[in-house]
């Protein structure tokens, strides 16, 4: 079955390391999206990208970074730059429009 | 104040009730989505819609574009309806990547 994939689950890092998200989708979209989530917040992007090759900063770019190297493939890299990294992220996808089809997550905590 | 608004923020039914989320923003949109967020945290899309009302099994989803309001209708709520229900908006004026989204209301149905 066609799908996104997030992994891992859960991800537990020390302050001051870089870490980086899986997100791979079977589903032939064109458009990908890294959302984070908060707790009593909606959703806010990250990045996106339309086509492979290129993608977009969105309203909280600072201290994360994507590739966009092939169609299935969107992995977010959380920096030490960020100043709060620990939140559940969510990838997402689209075929060119809405309606986006999401992933299980990732949830971050650094300590 | 928020762009999108969701009320109420928590909501306990039990099994069979008529439940009714509602959602209302402020710019003007091309489309609405209604989201659902299971327990363990994946997102599933239940709607989109641009006008009038849809109807999917047990949900309904209708959207006052005038009044700037849009609800979400569950009937014969089940046990297995309990998640945490979002409302998102495309703006007529955003890139095509932009969602806004509400906070989410969180809904528990009870035997």
């Known amino acids: 079955d066609g799908g996104i994939t997030q992994s891992p689950k859960y991800l537990f890092r020390k302050e001051g390391q870089n870490v980086t998200l899986s997100c791979e989708q079977n589903l032939n979209h064109d458009a990908m999206y890294w959302y984070r989530q908060d707790p009593g917040q909606g959703l806010r992007l990250i990045y996106y990208s339309q086509i492979v090759n290129d993608f977009q900063k969105g309203d909280i770019a600072e201290g994360y970074s994507v590739s966009r190297e092939k169609k299935e493939s969107f992995p977010l890299t959380v920096t030490s730059a960020q100043k709060n990294p620990t939140a559940f992220y969510l990838c997402?996808?689209?075929?060119?429009?809405?309606?986006?089809?999401f992933g299980n997550g990732t949830r971050l905590t650094v300590t | 104040k928020n762009e999108v608004e969701q009320s109420p923020q928590n909501l306990t039914a039990q099994e069979g009730e008529f439940i009714t989320i509602n959602c209302s923003y402020s710019?003007?949109?091309?489309?609405l989505h209604w989201l659902q967020q299971h327990p363990g945290g994946g997102i599933v899309s239940l709607f989109m819609l641009s006008s009038g009302k849809k109807k999917h099994g047990r949900l309904i989803a209708t959207i006052n574009i005038q009044e700037k309001h849009s609800s979400l209708h569950i009937t014969a709520s089940h046990p297995r309806d309990s998640a945490v229900y979002i409302c998102a908006v495309k703006s007529r004026t955003g890139t095509a990547s932009k969602l806004t989204f509400g906070t989410g209301t969180r809904l528990q149905v009870t035997l």
């Open positions: 710019v003007g949109i091309s489309a």
């Open positions: 997402a996808s689209t075929p060119g429009g809405s309606p986006l089809h």
